[in-house]
């Protein structure tokens, strides 16, 4: 009997062992709404204990997915040493710079997750550019138009969720000359205020492509709108909890609470679940100073 060919799909997610939860989360959403597609899961072994290895491959396995272990090439660790870096970059934040220098020629596109995200359909449109010059698809990040005029370019995509062309991308950059590129644009405070997303815009400016933003939704500030449009919100395909606002704190109150939960329960102790719900309260004192926090925020931004 002739097996079935079942679609395959690479994907990649960076973490270290405090993101164990949420990664797994990440994980089993892809897989429950992606069914008959097989993924290769890729990432870097380097801040992650045997533990939190063994766990994802244990969730991986219960969809018949794949996880692959990468460890950093020797130079670029080297060469990510000399780079200059700021206090809030830190050193992982370029490893997915170099996925197309350590995953072998086979693979032509890869699928990058954050692991503050919730996926809830197909995520094939991501892996479809329609323009050969695309190296990279993403979606708009919410604030694109004023990070995008402060960079100077026209498209500036939010890197939660980014789809690579890795031969596109080896073509353009060796690993070395990539790391020159970055070291240059560090050289421009105003250049790295977001850190590695500006990077990423900057290295890949005119070879981007941006799909709708139900592919990568970010919440906060969409919220009210979100509340007002139910269809909207069912058709969200990733939906990207952006900020400090994270559904796996006690105190999340904005949307998709309930959704993410039915995956979070699992992980948590009978008291870690009370807690859950007890932070409620709490989460209505701190939504309203959030919400004081960003009009201030926009008052200094006005100014
Ligand atoms: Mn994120």
Redesign the pocket.
């Known amino acids: 009997m002739e097996r079935e060919k079942t679609m395959e799909r690479h994907i990649s997610f960076c973490c270290d062992d405090n993101y164990l939860i949420p990664a797994c989360i990440m994980l089993e959403s892809l897989m429950k709404n992606n069914q008959g597609v097989r993924f290769i899961a890729h990432t870097f072994s380097d801040d992650l204990s045997e533990d939190s290895i063994r766990k994802f491959e244990s969730i991986l396995r219960s969809g018949d997915c794949e996880l692959v272990l990468h460890e950093l090439p020797e130079n670029a660790r080297e060469l990510i040493s000399n780079a200059p870096t700021l206090a809030h970059i830190s050193i992982a934040t370029y490893y997915r710079l170099f996925l197309p220098y350590v995953i072998d020629d086979s693979v032509d596109m890869i699928l990058y997750l954050?692991?503050?995200?919730m996926i809830r359909g197909s995520v094939e449109t991501l892996f479809g550019a329609k323009d050969p010059n695309t190296l990279i698809v993403g979606v708009s990040d919410i604030n694109e138009e004023d990070h995008a005029n402060r960079i100077g370019v026209d498209k500036y995509v939010?890197?939660?969720v980014l789809t690579l062309d890795l031969p596109g991308i080896r073509k353009m950059y060796t690993a070395e000359s990539m790391l020159e590129e970055i070291s240059i644009i560090m050289g421009q405070p105003e250049n790295i205020v977001l850190g590695d997303q500006d990077i990423i815009n900057l290295l890949f400016k005119g070879h981007i492509e941006e799909v709708p933003i139900i592919y990568n939704f970010q919440l906060l500030i969409h919220k009210k709108y979100c509340m007002k449009n139910p269809a909207l919100m069912r058709r969200i395909v990733i939906a990207?909890?952006?900020t400090g606002d994270k559904p796996w704190n006690n105190d999340y109150l904005i949307v998709f609470a309930r959704e993410y939960y039915s995956y979070l329960r699992k992980y948590l102790t009978p008291w870690q679940r009370t807690a859950w719900w007890l932070g409620k309260p709490k989460g209505v004192v701190n939504m309203f100073e959030r919400h004081k926090k960003w009009v201030d925020l926009q008052k200094a931004e006005a100014k």
């Open positions: 954050d692991c503050d995200i939010n890197t939660g990207h909890f952006i």
